[in-house]
């Protein structure tokens, strides 16, 4: 694509993806069993 081109997509991809990019932060629990091999992980 040329430069105008390639302009738009920027914008298009910044403007979508950085209201995602900027989520608020959540804390989730979980349970690690190193000795049977599980990870457990309330959601």
Known sequence: PGG???K???EE???????RALAR???MNAYLDSDGG???IDT
């Open 38 to 40: 599980w990870l457990v």
């Open 13 to 19: 991809v910044l403007t979508d993806l950085l209201p």
């Open 8 to 10: 738009r997509i920027k």
């Open 25 to 27: 932060p959540s804390r």
């Open 4 to 6: 105008a081109e390639r």
